[in-house]
């Protein structure tokens, strides 16, 4: 969480902020939920007490004090760091965004970053590289990658997979790129890139540079609603022939429980304030951007309390020559 999440800055607040964190670890969600209300007496700006005060009302069932809760954050916090806005959308009481808030994204991985992959492998059961690494090489068998984009490299776990897997040549090249500084600096211990940056996806496949032969995106694009910007700049870098390989969590009949909608669209928005995807939307963005599907699978992604997160696995071939897809018949 952001650095002001610790302290009001008033003793009194504190103490009274404390005592109702103990009840909501107790399992005393409404009493907690009073105990954050007198502290914010004391703090009416403390955007921490508002985030936390939304979280009690949420866990205690009350919908509406929730929605009044985080209104308040959204106005005190204009980045959106604490993802009031996201949390009013998932809500069904703002607008759904076209992605995550870029602050809210940053804190939460850098918050995250020591122990990420403790949290994420070891005890959620995270998969998403792994299978993407196995997709790829089950889909162009015997082929290996000489320049390799990783977006939303997190700490490399991506491109451990693939140089494990064998898929990247020698003196192959991956790059990657990432929201949070903190899972970048994590990606850089593992040695595996040749440059890693921090900012925005679709901003960093903008900048010049040679084609990549394969682009690669796991567990991305459940911070991005609207896919179509990532689509036409990962086009931009593809040469024909070349790849771009990535998860998203389903939002088909039946996945991955209820969310947001954004009604017509192909994605929503869920109460985990990850976006899902319906499989139709992925397809109908690879044929407007001149990809073509070398294999789609439905698999799990991670565990979430317990529940599978059902995904897609896709990887898809820039502008493919027909006779190659004779000659692999």
């Given at each position: 969480m952001p650095p002001d999440s610790h302290s009001s800055g008033n003793l009194l607040a504190d103490r009274r902020f404390e005592y109702g964190r103990l009840l909501a670890e107790s399992g005393d969600h409404a009493a907690a939920?009073?105990?954050?209300?007198?502290?914010?007496?004391?703090v009416p700006s403390w955007a921490a007490g508002w985030f936390a005060l939304g979280a009690a009302y949420g866990d205690a069932g009350d919908t509406a004090g929730a929605a009044r809760a985080f209104a308040r954050?959204?106005?005190?916090?204009?980045?959106?760091?604490?993802g009031g806005r996201l949390r009013l959308a998932a809500l069904g009481r703002a607008p759904v965004p076209d992605a995550a808030p870029e602050a809210y994204v940053r804190e939460l991985f850098d918050d995250?970053?020591?122990?990420?992959?403790?949290?994420?492998?070891?005890?959620l059961g995270y998969r998403a590289p792994a299978l993407l690494a196995e997709a790829i090489a089950a889909s162009w068998p015997g082929n290996v990658f000489g320049h390799v984009h990783d977006l939303g490299c997190g700490t490399g776990l991506m491109a451990a997979a693939l140089v494990e897997a064998g898929l990247v040549a020698g003196g192959g090249r991956i790059e990657g790129v990432d929201l949070s500084p903190a899972m970048v600096a994590t990606a850089a211990d593992k040695a595996l890139y040749a440059e890693l940056r921090v900012g925005d996806v679709v901003a960093d496949l903008g900048r010049a540079g040679p084609a990549f032969d394969l682009v690669v995106a796991a567990d991305v694009f459940v911070y991005i609603g609207d896919?179509?910007?990532?689509?036409?700049?990962v086009a931009a870098r593809l040469d024909p022939g070349a790849l771009f390989a990535f998860t998203a969590e389903a939002a088909d009949d039946?996945?991955?429980?209820?969310?947001?909608d954004v009604a017509g669209e192909g994605w929503r928005l869920g109460?985990?304030?990850?976006?899902?995807?319906?499989?139709?939307?992925?397809?109908?963005?690879?044929?407007?951007?001149g990809f073509r599907p070398l294999s789609e699978a439905r698999a799990t992604l991670r565990q979430d309390r317990g529940s599978p997160v059902i995904g897609h696995v896709i990887v898809l071939q820039r502008g493919a020559d027909p006779i190659e897809d004779d000659a692999r018949a």
């Open positions: 939920a009073d105990l954050y209300a007198q502290a914010l007496e004391l954050l959204a106005e005190l916090d204009p980045d959106d760091r604490y995250y970053a020591d122990r990420f992959e403790t949290a994420l492998v070891d005890r896919l179509a910007p990532v689509f036409a700049a039946g996945d991955n429980g209820d969310g947001a109460a985990s304030l990850r976006y899902a995807h319906v499989r139709t939307y992925l397809a109908g963005l690879a044929a407007a951007h």
